[in-house]
């Protein structure tokens, strides 16, 4: 709550008045957050069909061709476009050439007076569920999301409105632009992620060739829960040099500082990669460790260019909080 200017010229709040304050910006966040969260529902199922792309391009298709069977008045299945064989193909070599044609293509059976019936060979990129809610938690994690996308730069504007007026002039001109780049980095991250996911997905299926007779059956809330963890974790690692940035103008590293900890610095990086990526695997962990060493080697560069542009200064002590 803020006072009026004449009865409180220097707007010196008390730790009530304070948190009277940031109850009522908390409130505007919760009610920006259930109206989004709301209208996010008429737009999710477009969401998780947005999400569920990176795997059906990685995903082969299923084939093209069908084999087409007519069903016999006796009751008997023929096919309608017999196989390409010798007239001395004995019977069983016929099953065994029809057989092996039904495994790699789909299958359809005409019957008279009623629609053919299409069986077999689904896509790779068809999803599962495994519980009766589970659609409906898809559809509330889709509007969760497009919530999120609207609701963090309004939670981030209500800190700096809370914050604001109790900075100095000069950590108002620090802190300011780094809210403003956080806006662009944070959605440069997920988008990364959304579609560097493709690749990681292609390598990680690709590991069933190695195994015989295993074929994917996806979970759609596992797949959806891993797409969504790396964007939200990627989002927030490319928040990481702005961190360093603000650091730097506060004084308290330079670029000298982050040059001579590099190895460290990439070896703190790995085991943040590692815990942080939503599979256990090293795919997943390199994937994510090398944006992280090029994020930290482009902070160092800014840092060096701000230092020039105009080297770091302590506020003075007797600098006060301007409105």
């Given amino acids: 709550m803020n006072l009026p200017q004449k009865h409180n010229p220097e707007r010196v709040l008390s730790f009530v008045e304070h948190l009277e304050e940031l109850r009522g910006r908390v409130i505007i966040c919760l009610v920006f957050f259930i109206v989004t969260l709301l209208g996010g529902f008429w737009f999710a199922p477009r969401v998780i069909e ?21 069903l ?8 309608a476009d017999p196989l390409n064989t010798a007239a001395t193909t004995t019977t069983a070599t016929l ?5 092996a044609a039904m495994s790699n293509n789909r299958v359809a059976i005409e019957i008279p007076g009623r629609e053919a019936v299409t069986i077999g060979n689904r896509s790779a990129s068809s999803l599962f569920f495994l519980s009766p809610i589970e659609p409906f938690m898809l559809l509330i994690q889709g509007a969760l999301l497009i919530s999120a996308v609207f609701t963090i730069p309004m939670i981030v504007y209500q800190m700096w409105l809370f914050i604001a007026p109790g900075l100095l002039r000069k950590e108002r001109r620090i802190v ?3 809210i403003l780049s956080s806006f662009i980095l944070f959605p440069t991250g ?6 560097v996911s493709r ?18 059956s996806i979970v759609a809330s596992k797949y959806i829960g891993f797409i969504l963890t790396m964007m939200i974790v990627f989002g927030v690692f ?19 500082y982050l040059a001579e900890r ?24 390199c994937i994510m460790l090398a944006p992280l060493i090029i994020l930290y080697e482009g902070s160092i560069v800014v840092i060096r260019i701000l230092d020039r542009a105009g080297p770091v200064r302590q506020p003075d002590a007797t600098e006060v909080p301007e409105e």
């Fill in 199 to 216: 690749l990681a997905l292609q390598i990680l299926i690709g590991f069933s060739d190695q195994i015989p007779g295993l074929e994917p």
């Fill in 95 to 99: 099953t065994t050439q029809t057989l």
């Fill in 190 to 195: 997920a988008m990364f992620a959304y579609y």
């Fill in 50 to 70: 947005w999400l569920i792309t990176p795997l059906r391009q990685v995903a082969p298709p299923p084939p093209e061709t069908t084999l087409t069977f007519k």
């Fill in 262 to 285: 590099r190895r460290w610095a990439i070896l703190i990086m790995a085991v943040v990669a590692a815990a942080a990526t939503p599979t256990p695997d090293p795919i997943n962990m």
């Fill in 238 to 256: 490319f928040e990481f040099p702005l961190v360093l940035v603000l650091l730097s103008r506060f004084g308290i590293i330079d670029a000298r």
């Fill in 176 to 178: 300011g632009p780094v």
């Fill in 72 to 79: 016999a008045p006796d009751g008997t299945l023929h096919l």
